[in-house]
């Protein structure tokens, strides 16, 4: 347990340090962080002026964050329709509709991220991250756990992964606390 609770302190100092070190980050990444730190109004304003693909998918996070599990439904439905390979996007729609209890539409939407894999579309390190978050979501803890793994050898700079991944072994396997 100590290893764990060390490694997880290395994690974060990794993350934090990533974050400090550039000064002059975009207002997207700048948003990114805002909404890792639960700052949800700072991630609001830098969003107001922000457009494109990024912004949406951002500012659907922020209404996930709040709850507001209809309003992404409402914002990513048509967008993962129209952009299929937008991946962090169906995570984040997949979470809505699990909240709101639409549990086959939410398998649906997240499986295609598994059957892109099988059929050789994930190209990235975060593809391969988000594709872990989809099999979290839908219980395959040790398919997970391996594709994360995978996305951190393919990207070992790749902190999100690996916070993700702590995650995934403290929410499924840290049974004392």
């Known amino acids: 347990?100590?290893?764990?609770?060390?490694?997880?302190?290395?994690?974060?100092a990794l993350l934090a340090a990533s974050t400090l070190a550039s000064a002059e980050a975009r207002p997207l990444d700048d948003a990114r962080r805002a909404l890792w730190r639960w700052d949800l109004p700072r991630a609001e304003r830098l969003l107001k002026a922000a457009?494109?693909?990024?912004?949406?998918?951002?500012?659907?996070?922020?209404?996930?964050?709040?709850?507001d599990f209809k309003g992404v439904d409402a914002l990513l439905t048509p967008f993962v329709k129209a952009s299929p390979q937008a991946y962090e996007a169906r995570v984040i729609l997949g979470e809505a509709l699990y909240a709101l209890g639409q549990d086959t539409r939410a398998f649906?939407?997240?499986?295609t991220i598994a059957t892109d894999y099988g059929e050789g579309r994930l190209t990235t390190a975060e593809d391969l991250m988000w594709l872990a978050d989809a099999l979290a979501q839908t219980d395959y803890f040790k398919n997970a756990?391996?594709?994360?793994?995978?996305?951190?050898?393919?990207?070992?700079?790749?902190?999100?992964?690996?916070?993700?991944?702590a995650e995934l072994f403290i929410d499924k396997y840290n049974y004392r606390d």
């Open 51 to 67: 457009s494109g693909d990024q912004s949406l998918v951002l500012r659907a996070r922020l209404m996930l964050q709040r709850s």
């Open 1 to 12: 347990m100590r290893a764990l609770a060390r490694s997880l302190c290395t994690l974060v």
């Open 145 to 165: 756990n391996e594709v994360y793994q995978e996305a951190v050898q393919a990207d070992p700079h790749l902190h999100d992964a690996k916070v993700r991944w």
């Open 108 to 111: 649906s939407t997240l499986d």
